[in-house]
Each structure stands twice: as C-alpha cells, then as structure tokens.
C-alpha cells in the first residue's frame, strides 16, 4: 500500500498571500552556455522551489543565462528529486519539471515554496483539495490529504494516462542464417512510452510456421542482452494457431517497467534443436505488447501484419562444422633456448607447439589429431623425448605414440579423448614433450597439416569434421635443447659504405662496421673476454685477399663494467640473466691498388666460456657452434667498395 502526505506544510503555515506558478513546460536540454526563455523558466522554477541563485535573487544579473550558479541550483533540485546531480538538465529533469505545478505561500514578507505533486490540485485551504488518481482510494484528514491504494508495482506516475508506442526495431540484422544447434537473435522491436510509467505484462509473438518444430527455447530480452522472460522446452501447448497452417502465437508474461518519455529496444531469441527439418524461412508475423499506465488501465500495443522479409531468420537444418585451424600467439618462437638436465633427470612439460581450433556454425567434439615433430642435430624422437603430451590449458587430453620413433622426424598422434568446441569460438591445444636427460644441441619445431585425417571428430549432428583450412600450420619456430641454456639474441650488425673518390685517392682507405648482441646465461655463469679479438671471430674476403686487414677496435658491454666483472681480464653473465654487449671495429686497405676493391666483413662467432680461466684463450668449453645455432646466418657478412690509388 503506497501512502503519500500531500501539502502537510500549507496548513502549519498562515498565509496571507498564495500565487500559482504558470504551468511551463519544458522540452529542450540545457546546461551551461544555454540562454533563452527556457533557461529564464529553469530558473525561476528552481528559486520557486528553494534553490537559491545568488545573482539573480540579489539583482546582480538577469535571468536568461545558464551559469554555474544555476547549475549549482539545478543539481540541489535534481539530489532532492532522485535524480542524478550532474546539473545537466536532461529529460529526468526536465520530466521533474513538467510534473506539476508550484505553488508559493507568503506569510510576513516571507515567500515559502509548495511543490505540489502531478495530477493533485493545491490550494490554502485547511484540507487540500486532492485529485484521487483511477484505482486509488483517497481520504481526508484535517490540514493534509492522505493517498492509499495499491496501483502498479513499480510506476512512479499514479494517476498518469500513458501511452506505449510499437515499431519495428533495427538493433538485430535481418536474415540470419541458423542451425541446428545454434540461438540466434530473431528479431526486434523498440517501445516508446508517453506520459507515464508503462508496466509490461506480456509480449505475444506470430509466426509463419510452427515454432516448435524448430526451436526449444525462445526468450524475450532487452538492448543489453538480459533476459526478461523465457519459455523453455517448446511444444504445441505454447502456441496458439490464429491460421491454420501459417499463423502461431506464444503469449509469454513479461514484469519490466518502461520509464514515462523513454524508448526501449526489445529482442526475440531462439534457441534452436536437432530437429533436422528441411530448410525453411522463419519469419516473425505480428508482435503485440500490453502494459498498464499510472491509472491503472492495459493498454495493447501491435505492430500490425508484418510481411515476411521484415523479420525473419533463414534455417538451414542440420550442416556440418567447417574447422578452422591457425596457428596461437603464444607458440614457442624461433631461437627459443630450453634448459635440458643432466644425466638421467627429464626435463618435463617443455612447451613443443600450440594450435588455435574453431569450429563454425555448430558444437563440435576433437577426438583426434596428428602432429608433425621434426628436429635437427643428434638424435631421434625416441631417443630425445619420454613421452609427449596433448593438453587444452591445464587438462592433459591423451598422450602421443610417433609414428616412427628412431628417426628425427615423425608423425605423433594423440587420439582417444573428447574435446568441445564450441560453435565460433577458438580453442587453443598445445603440445609437450618431456626431455631424456643429457639432450643436448637438438633443435625441434612442430606442424600440424590441416587435413581431415589428421584432426578428427564429430560435430553435435554427428556428422564427420569438415576442415577448411589447408596447408602446413607451424605450432612452433625451431627450439634449442641446451644442457648450458645459453642463448644468443638481438644480433645487429651494420658495415658502412663508402663512396668512390676519384682516380687519386691514397691508401689506407678503411670502413667502419658495427654490431651488437644479447647473451642469456642458463643456470651456470658465462664468462667473455674484455678482449674483442678473442670474444668475437671475424671472417673477412676481397678481391685482393692480401692487401685487407681487419680488426675490432672496441668491446664492452652495454650496462659498463659491473662489480662481478674482472677489468681487463672477462666479462661475466651471471646465471638466469642476460647482458647486452657492443662493438666496433674495422676493414681496411693496406696495400695499393689501381682499382676499387669489393670486400666484405663478418662476425662468425661469440666465443663463451664456462669459466673465469678459458677467456684468456679461444674457449672450448662451450661450443659455438653446436650451442648457439644459426649465428653465422644472422650475422650475414657485409659487402663494401674500398678505393684503389694512382
């Protein structure tokens, strides 16, 4: 029971004077910047209701200009109203403002503000004259008017008329191809309400077909996706059929308000079965919405006969996933460096390989699927790794069996699990190894070719997988086992060029080259010579072999020398960091030549060490070569012109 006090301040106070406010209403946004006689109204009805501007109220300025004093007052009205106080005056508060009447009271030059409540009539007298809004029972006290009734639950307009228009929304596309298996949007619609509250009761959908034949579930939802009703497990007992054989209704309760001056979109959802039925146009025929206003009557709104092309979805039956397979973001990259144990310990879940998988137009189930593992170096699949794994994020799906284990490269299948895949979404697989102990200077990298024998399932019309991408698919770049775990990254190498000088130039004429490089230590420190002749190797060719020299005339590492370094003698890389280092050196011509010389400078190799003591010579503790794979090709050696001399 709602129970309103109407203008129990009027009779505590004796009044000599009343004036009513004429009635404004007001239909534009304002806010700061806005003038005009809808500003002026603004302002005189917030002072009337007590909300002071200084400016105005002390002659200082005239009305007809929004500042921030008027914003300042328009956003105590707006906190006293229950709306939100930015001082924007939008439609709440302009719907505030068109509510009602205010009425003023004078006592002793004293000017009170009355606000006096949409649909009631205010006078001064002892007991106000009240308008008793349709379903409401009203009943008079001395000095107050007392509402009761019960009305609708949520309206905030008790005794508005209302009125809810109907149109065809276009938040939702038109046509959508469905399947089996698949909800898709039907339809749309928006409702605009009047004056007053409206209380939706019941939506009614028509359709062309019988429904259920089609679909299981069917829901009514707002803009935002939330769900206001749902009827689940369709049957012919939900329907009603207004035409035989071309016209069938749901009636479906709804409970939602719709605020008075607002539009709101609605969407039709389906959810559709296994029905497997011919192809068939699923059109929405007619919607009729009813709702109640703040008087109490239902009023039915009704979009009219809709032609079958204005809403309606195109179902396909039963149809296959199409699978698409693409390589994941987070697969392992080239020059990726894994530490390996020593003797009989494994190194266990080294990541090999990750796919993304997905299944478009319906669910389906990965029950198995065959990858390719190649490697490179000593060894075979066998011999390299325990056992290999298939997982979806954490959950291990079954392990591998190699197709031919003693050799370096094999097919590897895993089958025998069940794996979901949702319609349209990508569902990632990875692929891991456990590592023999002692693996050491092997590269492996993984694919997968996108065929349907080498990924297989079923989709939830249990119809075979269907894959539509083609080709190799890489899971992963080349990876280095390394019982060091050392890398080399970040390798950079510029050789400047020089121009011709004309026929009198005079040797020595030389090039500069420059470079840079990145090491990563495993779980053991490695050591480099402060030497540039002895940390790094060069390799240089020419024209005339005899007459070049070539040299590094400065090393360092590129945070400076570190308090665990031994000036003059090694550089160290502590285990599990890395440090970046520079050089700089250069190729020269030292003999004359009649001609232009092409000649061309290389490093070849980042000798390592172990220990504190191999730096003073070529190490051999770690092997370049073997540990630092493809040094020499991203180290590609430089060409240049040097001038020859008369």
């Not at 309606?312 to 397979?325: C, F, K, P, T």
Request: net charge neutral.
């Amino acid at each position: 029971m709602k129970k309103f006090l109407i203008a129990s301040g009027v009779a505590a106070i004796a009044m000599t004077a009343v004036a009513f406010a004429q009635s404004y209403q007001f239909n534009t946004n304002l806010t700061i910047g806005s003038t005009g006689a809808d500003v002026s109204a603004l302002q005189t009805a917030v002072m009337a209701a007590g909300y002071d501007i200084p400016s105005i109220s002390s002659g200082a300025a005239a009305k007809g200009y929004f500042g921030s004093q008027t914003q300042a007052a328009v956003k105590l009205y707006q906190a006293a109203h229950g709306i939100p106080n930015t001082g924007f005056v939008g439609p709440l508060t302009r719907a505030a403002l068109n509510s009602g009447s205010t009425m003023t009271s004078t006592t002793g030059g004293t000017t009170t503000a009355v606000n006096c409540p949409a649909g009631y009539t205010c006078t001064a007298a002892a007991a106000p004259v009240v308008t008793c809004p349709a379903g409401y029972t009203c009943t008079a006290t001395t000095g107050t008017g007392t509402v009761t009734g019960t009305g609708s639950a949520g309206i905030t307009t008790p005794g508005v008329a209302g009125t809810l228009d109907i149109a065809n929304g276009s938040i939702v596309g038109n046509g959508t191809s469905v399947n089996d298996g698949q909800e898709v949007d039907l339809g749309s619609i928006s409702l605009q309400s009047g004056a007053s509250d409206m209380a939706v009761t019941s939506v009614s959908i028509d359709f062309n077909v019988r429904p259920w034949l089609y679909m299981s579930a069917l829901s009514f939802r707002d803009q935002s996706g939330n769900t206001l009703a749902t009827v689940n497990n369709l049957s012919a007992s939900n329907f009603s059929e207004i035409t035989v054989g071309s016209d069938y209704r749901i009636t479906i309760p709804v409970s939602e308000i719709i605020p008075k001056a607002t539009k709101v979109y609605a969407v039709m959802h389906g959810v559709f079965a296994s029905s497997n039925r011919s192809p068939q146009s699923i059109a929405i025929t007619r919607v009729q919405v009813r709702a109640t206003d703040g008087t109490g009557v239902t009023l039915t709104s009704d979009t009219g006969v809709l032609a079958s092309t204005v809403m309606y979805v195109a179902y396909n039956g039963q149809q296959g996933s199409s699978l698409i397979v693409t390589t994941d973001t987070s697969a392992p990259k080239t020059g990726n460096i894994i530490q390996t144990n020593t003797g009989n310990t494994q190194t266990k879940d080294v990541l090999l390989g990750v796919w993304d998988l997905k299944s478009q137009n319906i669910n389906s189930t990965l029950q198995g699927l065959t990858v390719n593992l190649s490697m490179n170096g000593i060894g075979s699949v066998g011999s390299t790794f325990a056992y290999l794994t298939l997982k979806s994020g954490s959950t291990s799906l079954n392990t591998g069996t190699p197709a031919t284990a003693s050799a370096s490269t094999s097919d590897v299948t895993f089958s025998n699990f069940n794996l979901a895949l949702p319609a349209n979404q990508y569902v990632p697989v990875s692929v891991y190894g456990t590592v023999n102990g002692n693996v050491n200077g092997i590269t492996a990298s993984t694919s997968l070719v996108a065929t349907a024998a080498n990924i297989t399932g079923i989709d939830s019309s249990s119809n075979n997988l269907t894959v539509s991408s083609s080709g190799t698919i890489p899971g992963s770049g080349n990876q280095t086992f390394s019982l060091s775990g050392n890398s080399l990254t970040g390798l950079t190498w510029n050789l400047q060029s020089t121009a011709p000088g004309g026929n009198y130039n005079r040797y020595p004429s030389q090039t500069l080259f420059t470079g840079s490089f990145t090491v990563t230590a495993g779980n053991n420190p490695i050591y480099v010579s402060t030497t540039g002749s002895t940390a790094l190797t060069l390799a240089t060719t020419s024209s005339v072999t005899s007459s070049m020299t070539d040299g590094i005339s400065a090393f360092s590492p590129a945070d400076g020398t570190e308090s665990w370094d031994s000036s003059g003698s090694y550089y160290q890389v502590l285990a599990g960091t890395s440090r970046t280092f520079n050089f700089t050196g250069s190729l020269a011509l030292s003999a004359a030549s009649t001609t232009q010389v092409l000649a061309s400078v290389g490093v070849t190799s980042v000798n390592l060490s172990s220990t504190a003591a191999g730096v003073s010579s070529s190490p051999t503790n770690l092997a370049v070569t073997t540990q630092l794979q493809g040094l020499n090709s991203d180290f590609a050696k430089g060409s240049v012109y040097l001038n020859g001399s008369n």
